[in-house]
């Protein structure tokens, strides 16, 4: 079996690759390729994950390639890896809303939408390419953000799958505190990617949510960000996201103050690089755990697997609504539970969801709706409206400002820009 990596170039690959290796006999790869414009970050990549594999005795070959056309040729499924404008578009999205009293984060809020803005159109220009190079191929996505990017994958008729590691990562964090094998846990985790809340923990069937906050809610809140009291009153886990929301100003005022994620991550990038050049590093260095993406191989291997070997078992997943969640039109990519198997994914009944979470997903879905429709056709009107919807800017002052200001700081990834639309 072949696997295409878009943005095999990133210093992420060896955490991909050595899930590979360790969990060989779920997926039976023969080849991956790397496929990524920059030759630089590719060639010291590639030959990493070739040393890795090596060591692993992993049979898969490791090949290269500069063109989707060409690497993805005869794959099974192509995993979309690719940040439109590195970590330099980054750091706008996460300092330039912080002028504007607004979050600065690259997936959500005025950040999230400048990524997606850049990275909608890139990623539907690849999908054809993949249809047409390998037609039978899933696309699985881990670019963000991740909701409105699968959005735009099913919306354009692909076969795609949205994933991201928050899922998992509680799942794991979970198993350890409870001190079981991860295995036994799932989730009952509903909402929209990046805006998602833990409503029920089951080990072996059974929900265990209740004895986890009672015995461990002081580390699951600093996991999170949010204060103790919060989570045990609510009786849910939110995501580490909803402290954007929960306490927005308080995060504002952190983020001013603070050194950006970006220039942090440009500067592990160099320095994971510089090791991936050493001939001699052979396993995937420490340093990596630091630049994030905590379990993204091992729920990558999984839903490849069970994508390609009809597996039938349960993974979160981001994919379209069809009436899962009432309450959202049936094309919102939502994340939730789903059976994954050679037919796709499809969602696993979820109980009702209260108002209070509800109100929130609805209001974001809406946002990621008009960010989609900006995203595909352009424009400053399209954009301002985005903002202007999104629950953490919502004031058409601020909402004209920032539409302006991420518009020209982002003008070279938008040719509807230069029209002056």
């Given at each position: 079996?072949?696997?295409?990596?878009?943005?095999?170039?990133?210093?992420?690959?060896?955490?991909?690759?050595?899930?590979?290796?360790?969990?060989?006999?779920?997926?039976?790869?023969?080849e991956?390729?790397?496929?990524?414009?920059?030759e630089?970050?590719?060639?010291l990549?590639?030959?990493?994950?070739?040393?890795?594999?090596?060591?692993a005795?992993?049979?898969?070959?490791?090949?290269?390639?500069?063109?989707?056309?060409?690497?993805?040729?005869?794959?099974?499924?192509?995993?979309l890896?690719?940040?439109?404008?590195?970590?330099?578009?980054?750091?706008?999205?996460?300092?330039?809303?912080?002028?504007?009293?607004?979050?600065?984060?690259?997936?959500?809020?005025?950040?999230?939408?400048?990524?997606a803005?850049?990275?909608?159109?890139?990623?539907?220009?690849?999908?054809e390419?993949?249809a047409?190079?390998?037609?039978?191929?899933?696309?699985?996505?881990?670019?963000?953000?991740?909701?409105i990017?699968?959005?735009a994958l099913?919306?354009?008729?692909?076969?795609?799958?949205?994933?991201?590691?928050?899922?998992?990562?509680?799942?794991?964090r979970?198993?350890?505190?409870?001190?079981v094998?991860p295995?036994r846990?799932?989730?009952?985790?509903?909402?929209?990617?990046?805006?998602?809340?833990e409503?029920?923990?089951?080990?072996?069937?059974?929900d265990?949510l209740?004895r986890?906050?009672?015995?461990?809610?002081?580390?699951?809140?600093?996991?999170v960000?949010?204060?103790?009291?919060?989570?045990?009153?609510?009786?849910?886990?939110?995501s580490?996201y909803?402290?954007?929301f929960?306490?927005?100003?308080a995060?504002?005022?952190?983020?001013?103050?603070?050194?950006?994620?970006?220039?942090?991550v440009?500067?592990?990038?160099?320095?994971l690089?510089?090791?991936?050049a050493?001939?001699?590093?052979?396993?995937?260095?420490?340093?990596?755990?630091?630049?994030?993406g905590?379990?993204?191989?091992?729920?990558?291997?999984?839903?490849?697997a069970?994508?390609?070997?009809?597996?039938?078992?349960?993974?979160?997943?981001?994919l379209?609504?069809d009436?899962?969640?009432p309450?959202?039109?049936?094309?919102?990519?939502?994340?939730?539970p789903?059976?994954?198997?050679?037919?796709?994914?499809a969602?696993?009944?979820?109980a009702?969801?209260?108002?209070?979470?509800?109100?929130l997903?609805?209001?974001?879905?809406?946002?990621?709706d008009?960010?989609?429709?900006?995203?595909?056709?352009?424009?400053?009107?399209?954009?301002?409206?985005?903002?202007?919807?999104?629950p953490?800017?919502?004031?058409a002052?601020?909402?004209?400002?920032?539409?302006?200001?991420?518009?020209?700081?982002n003008?070279?990834?938008?040719?509807?820009?230069?029209?002056?639309?």
């Open positions: 079996m072949k696997l295409a990596v878009v943005g095999g170039g990133s210093t992420y690959t060896p955490e991909l690759i050595d899930g590979f290796a360790r969990l060989r006999h779920e997926l039976p790869l023969t991956i390729t790397l496929i990524d414009p920059d630089r970050r590719l060639a990549v590639s030959a990493m994950s070739a040393r890795m594999l090596a060591r005795g992993h049979p898969a070959a490791v090949r290269t390639a500069t063109t989707v056309e060409d690497g993805a040729a005869g794959a099974a499924a192509v995993l890896q690719l940040r439109v404008g590195g970590q330099a578009a980054r750091g706008v999205d996460e300092t330039l809303p912080l002028e504007c009293g607004c979050v600065g984060q690259e997936t959500t809020g005025a950040g999230g939408l400048a990524k803005l850049r990275t909608v159109p890139v990623v539907l220009d690849i999908a390419r993949v047409k190079a390998a037609p039978d191929a899933w696309i699985v996505d881990f670019t963000n953000p991740v909701g990017v699968t959005r099913l919306g354009a008729g692909h076969r795609a799958i949205g994933l991201c590691n928050v899922a998992i990562g509680f799942q794991r979970f198993a350890a505190a409870l001190g094998d295995g846990i799932s989730l009952g985790h509903v909402g929209l990617n990046h805006l998602t809340w409503r029920a923990v089951y080990l072996d069937g059974t265990v209740p986890l906050l009672a015995e461990h809610g002081e580390d699951i809140a600093r996991d960000g949010l204060p103790a009291k919060l989570i045990r009153r609510l009786g849910v886990v939110p580490y909803l402290r954007y929960y306490e927005h100003d995060v504002v005022a952190e983020q001013r103050v603070t050194p950006s994620r970006a220039g942090q440009a500067a592990l990038e160099e320095s690089l510089a090791m991936y050493d001939p001699a590093v052979d396993t995937k260095p420490e340093l990596l755990e630091r630049r994030g905590a379990f993204y191989s091992e729920a990558a291997v999984a839903l490849i069970s994508l390609v070997g009809d597996r039938g078992d349960t993974q979160v997943v981001n379209r609504n009436g899962t969640l309450f959202l039109p049936d094309d919102a990519v939502i994340e939730v789903a059976r994954v198997g050679a037919a796709g994914a969602a696993l009944p979820v009702p969801v209260p108002p209070l979470y509800a109100g997903i609805a209001h974001v879905t809406a946002y990621e008009l960010a989609l429709e900006a995203a595909v056709r352009g424009g400053t009107d399209r954009v301002a409206d985005a903002l202007l919807a999104h953490l800017i919502g004031q002052s601020v909402s004209a400002e920032l539409a302006r200001r991420l518009i020209e700081a003008r070279p990834f938008l040719p509807w820009a230069e029209t002056g639309r």
